[in-house]
């Protein structure tokens, strides 16, 4: 049967299961776009406000269910307006189809009206991409595309279709869906034996969880993995969830606002295993001194991590699932670190994620939302202190629900994640929480909350400043505040009305909780404006260039015990 390029898209976007996309329209994906229009029943459309709102819901969606987000838009500016959420799917691996409209083949290459080469300008932020040239190549690309952007370590594909070929016609026939195997080509024996031995030979080991983990879907063998070898866990960012909050096994957050647990015992065990992670700065920071008593197995999907930024002793290449029940098939039923795990329990009590009284605002709204938020809800974040706080502070963090920008850090992340959470769950209570230097870049995007009647609830923390920046400018940099304060009289709770979206105040004297409770129990799209002070800070907080262990702003319960 032959239908035109732009049916073939659809065609084969419901033959991966695409049940979801979200963009925006424009002049070179017309006809795309009135191929959706007539396939409106097979696959739901959301129009955001901007582009890029486009490529972050694809993002939380991805995250939250696990399957490929697809984003789709025009030429010129509107593929351009998507680089960044490509980009930030990119460092935190996350698949997603990115499909754009160009002009015709005819006009590629002249500076046509709207014309870039978005193939070039994507290529160091993606897995692959492709300009479709032949309209007899579209569906086996679009079905290559699916496939590299789920298997292995997953991440971004673009497709940049001209709109002569989505005009064109070409025969198609639907193909079965080609499933993605676990990725263990490369796994070795001889790998998985030697990390047996040193793991049967540790004394004090310690488990740096990633989000490899996550996108595993390897939660609960990671857990039975740390019962077995009894070892405590710490994780980066992206692997929050992978082990409960609540596990006597888990110190916290590793690196520059990570525990002080999790960073001692780092740099005093004898064996790190680290298992989905990728030694990011920011976990690291000081890389001659990182573990550096420790012999060092890394569990990952992709060699390419291997020795990057810290020299490993055993390498184990595979899907982390797969590795980690290959383990446990060569482990003994049962190894005890007592005398180590009491030593953890030690330092948790005496080294609590505790702040100064004059500083603890966040911590309060925070711990208000755990008790008003159910425990399958969905978290998303902004970038910058509330992130760090929310890491710090809020206990219902489970796999695949707590989407936060990781790897690129991108500002503006949390409202497109949170649309794409809250479409993809629409039964699921949706929270995102921003700052107002974050929010500023993303208001726009409650226009695509209140369209769709989406029941997300966003908090900003709003201090009136850039508060990330500003801490390291009183920090590092003499109180020097440049271009940091945000003294623009702006009122979210009527910038939320004009969008038709309800608004609440959170002051410094309200109970948060009472707030927070009448804000959820509304059952529709909230803004809370939560007030905080201008100068609370992340602590702890490893100083640029000191080892982990060296933290400061950590709170020692009993400092005169070495």
């Not at 001194?289 to 020795?307: G, L």
């Not at 030593?343 to 009590?349: C, D, G, Q, T, V």
Request: net charge negative; with cysteine; proline share 5%.
């Amino acid at each position: 049967m032959k239908i035109t390029g732009a049916d073939i898209i659809v065609e084969c976007l419901v033959e991966q299961g695409v049940d979801t996309v979200f963009g925006y329209p424009g002049g070179q994906v017309i006809p795309l776009y009135d191929a959706l229009y007539r396939n409106r029943g097979r696959i739901r459309h959301i129009l955001t406000a901007h582009e890029q709102g486009a490529s972050h819901a694809a993002d939380g969606y991805s995250r939250s269910t696990g399957k490929v987000g697809v984003c789709i838009a025009t030429s010129g500016p509107g593929a351009t307006n998507l680089t960044t959420g490509i980009a930030t799917a990119y460092m935190d691996s996350i698949p997603m189809v990115a499909i754009t409209g160009n002009v015709p083949i005819s006009l590629l290459g002249k500076d046509s009206f709207q014309e870039v080469d978005i193939a070039g300008i994507t290529l160091s932020i993606t897995k692959h991409n492709y300009i479709v040239k032949r309209i007899e190549d579209l569906a086996s690309i679009i079905r290559e595309a699916f496939y590299i952007a789920r298997s292995g370590r997953p991440g971004p594909v673009l497709i940049d279709v001209p709109k002569n070929v989505q005009e064109a016609s070409y025969e198609f026939e639907n193909v079965p869906l080609k499933e993605v195997a676990p990725k263990v080509s490369r796994l070795r024996e001889k790998d998985i034996e030697a990390a047996v031995q040193l793991i049967k030979s540790s004394k004090k080991p310690m488990c740096y969880v990633g989000g490899g983990v996550i996108r595993a879907d390897a939660a609960d063998v990671l857990n039975e993995f740390l019962d077995r070898i009894d070892s405590p866990a710490g994780s980066s960012l992206m692997g929050l969830g992978a082990v409960p909050v609540s596990s006597e096994r888990f110190t916290g957050m590793i690196g520059m606002h990570g525990t002080r647990v999790s960073n001692m015992a780092i740099n005093n065990c004898d064996l790190l295993i680290v298992i989905g992670a990728r030694f990011s700065d920011r976990v690291i920071s000081k890389g001659s001194t990182f573990a550096r008593q420790a012999r060092i197995i890394q569990i990952d999907v992709d060699p390419a991590e291997f020795n990057k930024n810290i020299n490993t002793e055993i390498h184990v290449v595979g899907d982390v699932e797969v590795v980690l029940g290959r383990l446990l098939k060569l482990l003994p039923e049962k190894i005890s670190h007592g005398e180590w795990m009491t030593s953890i329990k030690e330092r948790k009590a005496r080294f609590p994620m505790q702040v100064a009284p004059h500083a603890k605002r966040a911590k309060e709204i925070l711990e208000a939302l755990d008790e008003v938020l159910p425990d399958d809800s969905y978290v998303t974040t902004e970038v910058g202190q509330h992130q760090m706080w929310t890491a710090q502070y809020l206990k219902k963090i489970r796999p695949r629900r707590f989407l936060t920008s990781g790897g690129l850090g991108t500002m503006g992340f949390g409202t497109g994640a949170a649309i794409g959470a809250q479409v993809s769950h629409p039964d699921a209570r949706v929270v995102n929480i921003a700052g107002d230097g974050s929010f500023r870049m993303n208001s726009n995007e409650l226009a695509t909350i209140a369209r769709y009647k989406l029941p997300i609830v966003i908090i900003v923390m709003n201090n009136h400043a850039l508060g990330m920046v500003r801490q390291w400018q009183d920090l590092f940099y003499e109180h020097r505040y440049s271009e940091t304060t945000l003294d623009t009289p702006l009122d979210w709770v009527m910038l939320a009305h004009a969008y038709g979206v309800e608004g609440m105040d959170l002051g410094p004297e309200d109970d948060p909780e009472e707030v927070l409770k009448r804000a959820f129990d509304l059952k529709k799209p909230v803004v809370v404006n939560a007030l905080i002070p201008s100068d609370d800070k992340v602590f702890p907080m490893v100083a640029p260039g000191a080892s982990i262990s060296d933290m400061i702003g950590f709170v020692d319960l009993n400092p005169l015990v070495d």
